[in-house]
């Protein structure tokens, strides 16, 4: 039997482990998108890849490191050997996300036996591609996108694959920022790897599986008890969609499983908006997560009972060529429509929907004062939805987002040289005697001091935020851009967009959905 004390200090170990991991990568990074936004994920996996343990920083990002280390496994097998770093983007080869976001993952050894992985992903300014910063809205395969890096050794026995950093930097338009960023990975994946078999030697093997395995068995037995709180039954719920199409999702649960079937979803988009199967699950993972065990850190064992049911081709289900640039608002969207279904059934408990977007913007130019490339990738914040106790909560980012930030005023314009000209509170509902209003979405601009480009691509730009019936109200999510000769246009998916000086961007996000008061539930 376990040493139940020891199992402890190695749980808590693995949990340091992480989060000094997400320290180092926050301290040395070279992008705001990573030491402001805090746009990275951090874990620690077993030897065969499943969670040990995790840091601060995007949940959905936590969901990535598993299954790209178990891509890794599959790919390399008994090849693998002490001082190997792999790096990845790639959504066909456990990069999940888009190629944006780069995962690097170091095996951890111990007496020449591998203990555990040590893993981050974390999102880089520009890979490549058809425009600054990676996220063209129009790109239809993912050859365009930018560079994709499959499974690769970026250091062999310690010995660093120069040929690899030199691939990066050419296909980047900000070199020495992903290069930076890179080597800040590789050192937050040292910084955990070496505190691991430090952790792994003092204990033993044996006192170190053990505590792996108790940590998983008292996850599952939470994410169970969980499970068992909620109604059993079969809940079914169609969601119509910006572009006109209709996502569909059935959500079976019983004592034993929660099961969430997605094989009627929309054949794979022609545009950027596919996740992969692993991406789908992620979603899925995070809906799971939060309604069971919200309140402490996940591992293998939390999703024991979930079961995801998906159909190859669809777009939760993208084949090897499709497109994955804006793949964030697809998940994001994924997430909420399963909120929705089960907040139909359990008005007291769920919040209404909140603005239902990562509102992913890109603006990337040359500094005005000091003519160095820059690219602004900068998620907005928006108002969450009202509960049946509560009015919601204010410009908060995503569901998402987890621990993230906004990226503060003065660094934007010192960084990006662009004048933020405003950052404020949007409008939002009055007070109501039946209903509690949704939270406040965001107000920003951005007046341009210099030539610039424009992405971006948001959702509820047509459909708007639901609400727990009977109360009807919904906001939309806006983007505008005023020209300085006196024009303005109004965008939603969109990429390419030329910026002058002078040029003002508007953003307005939506406020949460309402709620009834308690004694109209």
Known sequence: ?????????????????????????????????????????????????SLISSGAGIPSFIGVLDKSVKAILLEYGRE?????????????????????????????????????WAASIAHWGDIGGRTPGSMAADTTEIVAEGLRIPIVRLFNKGIANSSIFDIIRTNSRLPDFVIGDLWAQVSAGRRASRIVSELCAHHGNEEFNLA???????????????????????????????????????????????????????????????????????????FFKALTDPERLANAGSFSPL????????????????????????????FDMLWHCLAKQMPERLPAGHFGTIFGTVIAGRHPDNGRRYTMVEPQMGGWGATCNRDGQSAMFSTSHGDTFNCPVE?????????????SLADRDSAHDKYHCGGAGVRIKYRMRGNAVLSAGYSHAVQGVWSIE????????????????????????????????????????????????????
């Open 1 to 49: 039997m376990a040493d139940l004390f020891s199992s402890a200090v190695i749980e808590a170990g693995l949990d340091a482990a992480a989060t000094e991991m997400f320290e180092v990568l926050r301290k040395t990074a070279m992008s705001p998108i990573i030491y402001e936004v805090l746009d990275v994920g951090t874990g620690i996996t077993d030897s065969a890849g």
């Open 212 to 286: 792996i395995s108790n940590a998983r068995t008292g996850s599952e037995r939470r994410a169970r008890a969980g499970l068992s709180r909620l109604p059993n039954g079969v809940f079914t719920i169609e969601e119509p969609q910006d572009d006109g199409a209709i996502w569909t999702a059935t959500i079976e649960i019983t004592n034993d499983e929660f099961i969430v079937d997605l094989r009627g979803a929309p054949t794979e988009s022609n545009g950027p908006h596919n996740t992969s199967r692993d991406g789908a699950v992620i979603a899925c993972q995070m």
């Open 307 to 334: 079961k995801v049911l998906t159909s190859p081709g669809t777009i939760f289900h993208a084949g090897p060529t499709a497109a994955h640039a804006y793949y964030f608002e697809t998940r994001l969207k994924l």
């Open 411 to 423: 660094i934007a314009e010192a960084r990006y040289g662009f004048e933020v000209v405003e950052k």
């Open 470 to 521: 009977p109360a009807t109200t919904s906001g939309i999510n806006r983007l505008s851009v005023s020209r300085d000769v006196g024009t303005e246009e109004s965008h939603r998916m969109v990429s390419g967009v030329c910026l002058r000086e002078g040029d003002v961007v508007e953003i307005e996000t939506s406020a949460g959905g309402a709620a009834p008061k308690n004694s109209n539930v």
């Open 80 to 116: 693998i050997q002490e001082g190997d770093i792999f790096v990845t983007n790639d959504p066909n080869h456990g990069g999940v996300t888009h190629l944006n976001d780069v995962v690097v993952a170091e095996p951890v050894f111990l007496k020449g036996e591998c203990i555990a």
